[in-house]
Each structure stands twice: as C-alpha cells, then as structure tokens.
C-alpha cells in the first residue's frame, strides 16, 4: 500500500529485455533507506518488487501484462520517474490510500499555467471515470492528486501545487503523453457492491445500497 506522495525522483540507468518482460534499474538515493530485497515500490504509480539493490539505485521487472497496461512499456534509459516506498505500518497517510495497480492508461489533454498552479486535463479510461468524482482522489504517475474539475466527460482535471510541480515528473508531461492512472480504492470497492447480484453477497449489496440511498435498485 502506498499513499501517493512521492519520496523521489529516479531516473532509469537501464532497460533491457527479459523473458518478454522487462529489467528496470534505477538510480536513486533517498529511497534505498532501509530497502530490503522484496520491498514493494511505486514506480510512476506501478507497484513493483525490487530484485536488486546497490549502494546508487535498485532493479525491478515488469512482466509483459504489466508492461502493456502500463506506461511501463515505453520506457527508456534516462527517464525520469516518481518513486515511493510502500507505507509504513503507524506513518501518516498524507495522501489517500493507493495500491499501485494501475487501472488504466490516459492521455495527457492540455496543461495550463495559472500563477503559481498548473492546471493539468487527461483522460480518463471507462473504468477510472466511474469511479472519479469532483474533489476526490486520482492517482497519476503515482501522485495523490484531487480531482479539480471534470470538464467534460471521460475528463479529468487536476490542479497542481508548485510544491508537487517540483518534486515529481509532472515537468516533464506534454500534451498527448500517456499516464498511468489508479481510481480511488474506496469507490472502486463502492462501486462493487453497488453492483453486485442479488443472492450470496446480495445481502451485503443491499446494505451498502440502502445506506447510499439506492434501496430497490437492482
């Protein structure tokens, strides 16, 4: 689990081929604190297993699902990534909870300078925009960020702090460029049950229901 706020910038020292997936490895400092082999770390908000570890940066693998629902695939040697360790049991969740399963992949649609804040549009893939609402929580890049406005739909915006403009990638997105985008766990799990079947977990389904005002929906 992770909270969305990033720890710090990487950068990708190698990719190379590998089984039909991918070997990433990273040049970074801050994170390797207290790594372990094993640990799980966001890269761009993908949830990935560090395989090696050295005193200038980690490796991870992506497998060929990941790689292809992901932006993970088009990576190359010298990008800059968003990285973050996964939380600490007692730390504080400054973001929103984040599970680094990337639900779906948009597009970058126009970035805006307003004053000292950067308005950012981006699509939205079918399954992130139902369960995307005006100021709850999208996770880009792997980036808690709160949803400005949604201008349109399968349209998101998000605003974004100079804090957050200068301690993640976000510099580096131009308009057309992909993003790696997870909805909010909550509504995704809300959405669910909303759903669900009558019979077997129908009982918890129409509890949820009732309680959101959906009573005698099917």
Not at 86 to 94: C, D
Not at 175 to 187: R, Y
Request: proline letters at 4%; charged letters at 20%.
């Amino acid at each position: 689990m992770f909270t969305g706020i990033i720890e710090e910038i990487g950068t990708l020292a190698e990719v190379r081929e590998d089984r039909g997936g991918r070997v990433f490895a990273l040049a970074c400092r801050g994170v390797l604190e207290g790594m372990k082999l094993g640990d799980s770390v966001a890269v761009d908000g993908v949830c990935l297993t560090a395989t090696d570890i050295r005193p200038d940066g980690f490796t991870v693998e992506a497998v060929a699902t990941t790689l292809g629902r992901t932006t993970l695939g088009s990576f190359a040697r010298g990008r800059r990534v968003n990285l973050e360790r996964a939380l600490a049991l007692g730390a504080r969740l400054g973001g929103h909870i984040v599970q680094g399963h990337v639900d779906g992949v948009g597009r970058v649609i126009a970035i805006q300078p307003r004053g000292e804040l950067t308005l950012i549009d981006f699509s939205l893939p079918d399954d992130v925009a139902a369960v995307t609402v005006l100021h709850g929580s999208i996770t880009l890049n792997g980036i808690s960020l709160t949803v400005n406005e949604i201008p349109a739909p399968g349209v998101c915006q998000v605003s974004i702090i100079p804090h957050t403009w200068q301690h993640t990638n976000l510099t580096d997105l131009r308009v057309g460029d992909p993003v790696n985008l997870e909805g909010d766990t909550i509504g995704k799990y809300v959405r669910h049950l909303l759903s669900a079947p009558a019979g077997g977990a129908g009982a918890d389904a129409a509890n949820v229901r009732r309680a959101w005002g959906y009573e005698g929906s099917a």
